[in-house]
C-alpha cells in the first residue's frame, strides 16, 4: 500500500500560482495512476486532474484544464499540482491519490476512487 503525503498549500490571492506536492513510499510508485482531488466546505469531494503511470498521458476537470498542470517524477516518487490564474472556487482540501488497477481508459479506476490510496490533504484558501 502506498503512503501519500501532500504539502504546498496555503493562502493566495485571485490570480496567484501555487505548486502542490505529493511525496509517495512505500510501494512501487511507478506502477500507480495518480491523481488530485479537492473537497471545498460543504461539498462532495471532485476529481481535479490525473497522471499516467509514464507521465505521458493526463485528464482534467474542466474546471481547471488550462490553469492546472499535473506532473510526476517517478526517480523521486513524486507528484506534482501547478496551479495558475487561480479563483476563489479554487478554496478546497487537495488530496492526492494512488491507484494501481487497470482500465482501458486508464484514468477510470482513479475517478471512481473506490480503491483509492489517499493523502491526509493540504488546505489551498484563495481570497478575491
Known amino acids: 500500500q502506498v503512503q501519500l503525503v501532500e504539502s504546498g498549500g496555503g493562502l493566495a490571492q485571485a490570480g496567484d500560482s501555487l505548486r502542490l506536492s505529493c511525496a509517495a513510499s512505500g510501494a512501487t510508485f511507478s506502477s500507480y495512476v495518480m491523481g488530485w482531488f479537492r473537497q471545498a466546505p460543504g461539498k462532495e469531494r471532485e476529481f481535479v486532474a490525473a497522471?499516467?503511470?509514464?507521465?505521458?498521458?493526463?485528464y482534467y476537470a474542466d474546471s481547471v484544464k488550462g490553469r492546472f498542470t499535473i506532473s510526476r517524477d517517478n526517480a523521486k516518487n513524486m507528484v506534482y499540482l501547478q496551479m495558475k490564474r487561480l479563483k476563489p472556487e479554487d478554496t478546497a482540501v487537495y488530496y492526492c491519490?494512488?491507484?494501481?488497477?487497470?482500465?482501458?481508459?486508464?484514468?477510470?479506476?482513479?475517478?471512481?476512487?473506490?480503491?483509492?490510496?489517499w493523502g491526509q490533504g493540504t488546505q489551498v484558501t484563495v481570497s478575491s
Open positions: 497522471i499516467s503511470r509514464s507521465g505521458g498521458a493526463t
Open positions: 491519490a494512488a491507484d494501481k488497477s487497470y482500465a482501458s481508459r486508464w484514468y477510470v479506476p482513479l475517478l471512481a476512487s473506490e480503491s483509492n490510496s
